[in-house]
């Protein structure tokens, strides 16, 4: 069992910059797919960001391409994702997930991941 605590949510203006961060029960430096998903209330849960703990390439959802970027502090056992140029659009809540793996290969979807943080909440005004 990983458990996983997200912080770093909050109100910002579009364009402006946020940090999510989720520190992780378990060792990142342990073969783990980690991401961020995010779900605006009534639809369903996208991904947006996911990376492998031990070497990977990050990989992102086409919308937040060029403007997010995650990444991991395997001292801190802790998963970041660095937004910026914040638009509207982005305001949701941001959950963080894992699942251990074996492969680099990593998806952006929610059904392949088996633990998730509690959710932080962003939100962007015009």
């Known amino acids: 069992q990983v458990q996983l605590v997200e912080s770093g949510g909050g109100s910002v203006q579009a364009g402006g910059s946020l940090r999510l961060s989720c520190a992780a029960s378990a060792s990142t430096r342990s073969k783990y797919c980690m991401g961020w998903f995010r779900q605006v209330l009534g639809k369903e849960r996208e991904g947006v960001a996911v990376v492998y703990t031990v070497g990977g390439s990050p990989y992102y959802a086409d919308s937040v391409k060029a403007r997010f970027s995650i990444s991991t502090d395997n001292a801190k056992n802790t998963l970041y994702l660095e937004m910026n140029s914040l638009k509207p659009e982005d305001t949701a809540t941001y959950y963080c997930?894992?699942?251990?793996?074996?492969?680099?290969?990593?998806?952006?979807?929610?059904?392949?991941?088996?633990?998730w943080g509690q959710g932080t909440q962003v939100t962007v005004s015009s």
């Open positions: 997930a894992a699942r251990f793996s074996w492969t680099p290969f990593c998806s952006l979807q929610q059904s392949d991941y088996s633990f």
